[in-house]
């Protein structure tokens, strides 16, 4: 989505929220540390926030702006609730997450590199057309995620890292 659309849709979630900082997590945490994200992150509709499975205010979100909603039918956008034990996040990214102000709201988003390592747990074919266009456009440098990919105390989880890293590697332009 646009940054337009994407400040429209985090405008709207501290309204059903009530509150003024979200975790971000997904492609769109690329508008946090560019004016120029790629295409693959404009072709993405969907806003990735972290909120825990026990918050009462997950099902209000869902309903008022995830994919099912009247807002998602009417603009095109939708927040994604994603459960903070679900995705792949790297130790420390909370101290790296870069900050996106839309009007009041404040999202704390994945540093890009923090987001590569996200992306290449996931494994998608999506993902990783996200991730070969962030290297492309050098937004990323491989430098920095494979140090990071090094830092994953789990070997399992990092030899798929690097693994996953090198595949996208030999398809990047």
Not at 21 to 40: K, L, N
Not at 136 to 143: A, T
């Given at each position: 989505?646009?940054?337009?659309?994407?400040?429209?849709?985090?405008?709207?979630?501290?309204?059903?929220?009530g509150k003024r900082?979200?975790?971000?997590?997904?492609?769109?945490?690329?508008?946090?540390?560019?004016?120029?994200?790629?295409?693959?992150v404009l072709m993405?509709?969907?806003c990735d926030i972290l909120v825990d499975d026990s918050d009462p205010v997950r099902e209000r979100i869902?309903?008022?702006?995830?994919?099912?909603?009247?807002y998602h039918e009417e603009y095109g956008t939708f927040v994604d609730t994603v459960s903070p034990s679900f995705p792949f996040l790297p130790d420390g990214w909370e101290q790296r997450a870069n900050v996106?102000?839309?009007?009041?709201?404040?999202?704390?988003?994945?540093?890009?590199?923090?987001?590569?390592l996200s992306k290449l747990a996931a494994g998608r074919l999506k993902d990783?057309?996200?991730?070969?266009?962030?290297?492309?456009?050098?937004?990323?440098?491989?430098?920095?995620?494979?140090?990071?990919i090094t830092a994953v105390a789990d070997i399992h989880m990092r030899a798929v890292l690097l693994a996953r890293l090198q595949i996208v590697l030999e398809n990047v332009n």
């Open positions: 989505m646009k940054r337009a659309e994407l400040e429209d849709l985090l405008r709207e979630l501290a309204r059903v929220l900082e979200v975790a971000m997590i997904g492609s769109q945490c690329v508008h946090a540390a560019t004016d120029a994200p790629p295409a693959e993405s509709r969907e869902d309903a008022e702006l995830g994919a099912t909603s009247p996106l102000v839309s009007g009041d709201m404040q999202s704390r988003c994945l540093e890009l590199h923090d987001l590569v990783n057309e996200l991730i070969a266009a962030l290297i492309h456009y050098k937004l990323v440098d491989v430098g920095i995620s494979r140090a990071r």
